[in-house]
């Protein structure tokens, strides 16, 4: 079945006023945000935490983390996407024009964070580890992130962060601690 023409007409029209929004996003990044103080932040978090990971991972489990990381990574971005949709927050500058200005902290920081968690003392209650990671991500890096110009909360609590912080990353340290993995 066909769409009706005026709704094509009005997707259309949509998608165009998208595509002038990331030429104009992408015009203001290379005039005012490369190189720029908030980019080298950026930049510096979306690389270094990896570089550290690698080196300081427990190889037999990289598997297991990179699995548990991906979820973080999945949902935190999934959930970012929603917000940014939605208005209930923005952020202000980006490693990469075409890459969300996100990156560094769903694609970076929150799995790596998880990751590195869920090794250490992995025989430690989960609860108490998901509630520092949610402490910190949502009362900690979220303030720094806007006291650093770099993200703009507009109808959004810091206590909902703290919530939905808790329940990513006991899933994530679920996921991470099956007995399932096994050869194929």
Same mark, same amino acid.
Request: proline share 4%.
């Given at each position: 079945?066909?769409?009706? #023409?005026? +709704? $094509? !007409?009005?997707? $259309?029209?949509?998608?165009?006023?998208?595509?002038?929004? *990331?030429?104009?996003?992408?015009?203001?990044?290379?005039?005012?945000?490369? @190189? =720029?103080? &908030?980019?080298?932040?950026?930049?510096?978090?979306?690389?270094?935490?990896?570089?550290?990971?690698?080196?300081?991972?427990?190889?037999?489990?990289?598997?297991?983390?990179? $699995?548990?990381?991906?979820?973080?990574?999945?949902?935190?971005?999934?959930?970012? +996407?929603? %917000?940014? =949709?939605? %208005?209930?927050?923005?952020?202000?500058?980006?490693?990469?024009?075409?890459?969300?200005?996100? /990156?560094?902290?769903?694609? $970076?920081?929150?799995?790596?964070?998880?990751?590195?968690?869920? &090794?250490?003392?992995?025989?430690?209650?989960?609860?108490?580890?998901?509630?520092? @990671? =949610?402490?910190?991500?949502?009362?900690?890096?979220?303030?720094?992130? #806007?006291?650093?110009?770099?993200?703009?909360?507009?109808?959004?609590?810091?206590?909902? =962060? /703290?919530?939905?912080?808790?329940?990513?990353?006991?899933?994530? !340290?679920?996921?991470? *601690?099956?007995?399932?993995?096994?050869?194929?």
């Amino acid at each position: 079945m066909k769409m009706e #023409q005026s +709704v $094509t !007409n009005k997707m $259309t029209e949509a998608y165009n006023l998208i595509e002038k929004a *990331n030429d104009m996003i992408t015009s203001v990044f290379f005039e005012s945000v490369l @190189f =720029s103080l &908030q980019w080298w932040i950026g930049f510096i978090l979306a690389v270094v935490p990896w570089i550290l990971w690698i080196f300081l991972r427990k190889k037999d489990s990289t598997w297991r983390l990179l $699995t548990a990381g991906l979820f973080v990574l999945f949902v935190s971005s999934w959930f970012d +996407v929603i %917000g940014i =949709s939605l %208005g209930l927050w923005h952020y202000h500058s980006e490693v990469v024009p075409t890459i969300p200005a996100f /990156f560094p902290w769903d694609f $970076t920081l929150l799995p790596v964070i998880a990751m590195a968690l869920i &090794q250490i003392k992995p025989t430690a209650n989960p609860l108490v580890k998901a509630i520092i @990671f =949610s402490i910190f991500s949502s009362y900690v890096a979220e303030p720094i992130f #806007q006291w650093l110009d770099m993200y703009d909360r507009e109808h959004w609590k810091l206590y909902y =962060s /703290f919530f939905i912080y808790i329940i990513i990353y006991l899933i994530a !340290n679920f996921i991470a *601690n099956r007995k399932s993995y096994a050869t194929l």
